[in-house]
């Protein structure tokens, strides 16, 4: 039977171990040295594993928590969300190779026209003391023979109600590369029969990356908005690895001047 530390069961042994323990300090004096060592010994293996358990449990608290939403806001926002592959784990890790059109989850699909997909999508947890979310994306690639590569990450159909021409779509995102590439993102947004698209550039002098998708120039139709979607588009990715160590998305209404 399995003894939770939370039960009542739980804690009382716990605290019958402390006070044998506390008992134990106070009365070393009057220990013989046969008892002595003995206890000395079980102390010592005592220590040893609670030692060893404290250092394995700290680092997975020290984690960045699964699920988390936390991330920066602009003021008056009204929607944002932060795709599934970089809260939650994927249940198959990864994979390898990526050939066009796979999907790492709903949420997330590659797409290439290399015929040597020498292209890997895996999942990985995030350690470090300033991560928000759980997981990172890496896109790892080596020969590249194809002329285009690009995520394209499909965004919840809520970022559609109540969408104006006022809206800024805000994307941002920690991207960390082991060469030097360009990375475009192009805001689709479908509205009845047509789509309208917006393209930028991500700033590439900081990990940290962000752009604002500005819809006051579209031809949106307000009341036809229904789907949403972002390519990032990898350039001259041949021999690169490229971590997403997170990636969001909110939207805010234009300050009025």
């Not at 008992?23 to 594993?49: C, F, G, N, P, Y």
């Not at 944002?80 to 796979?102: L, N, T």
């Not at 890997?120 to 590569?149: C, W």
Request: with cysteine.
């Amino acid at each position: 039977m399995i003894i939770l530390p939370q039960s009542f069961i739980g804690r009382f042994l716990h605290r019958r171990a402390l006070a044998r323990w506390k008992t134990a300090a106070h009365e070393v004096d009057q220990r013989d040295l046969a008892t002595l060592e003995v206890e000395s010994k079980m102390a010592h293996q005592i220590l040893r594993d609670a030692g060893r358990f404290k250092l394995a449990a700290d680092d997975r608290l020290n984690l960045p928590p699964i699920g988390s939403e936390a991330f920066a806001r602009p003021p008056g926002t009204d929607w944002s969300w932060r795709p599934e592959i970089w809260r939650a784990p994927f249940a198959g890790g990864g994979i390898a190779p990526a050939k066009p059109k796979d999907k790492i989850t709903n949420e997330v699909v590659i797409f290439h026209d290399c015929k040597r997909a020498e292209i890997s999508l895996r999942q990985s947890r995030n350690k470090r003391d300033i991560d928000l979310t759980a997981y990172s994306l890496d896109v790892e690639v080596f020969h590249f023979d194809g002329s285009y590569l690009s995520l394209v990450i499909e965004i919840p159909s809520s970022s559609c109600v109540g969408l104006r021409k006022k809206h800024l779509i805000r994307l941002d995102a920690i991207i960390e590369k082991e060469r030097p590439t360009k990375i475009y993102a192009r805001l689709n947004i479908k509205h009845g029969p047509n789509t309208e698209q917006v393209l930028l550039t991500l700033p590439d002098a900081h990990d940290e990356t962000s752009v604002e998708f500005d819809l006051a120039y579209s031809h949106l139709n307000e009341k036809r908005a229904e789907r949403m979607w972002l390519d990032l588009m990898i350039e001259d990715p041949a021999m690169n690895k490229i971590c997403i160590r997170d990636l969001t998305f909110s939207r805010h209404p234009r300050s009025e001047i």
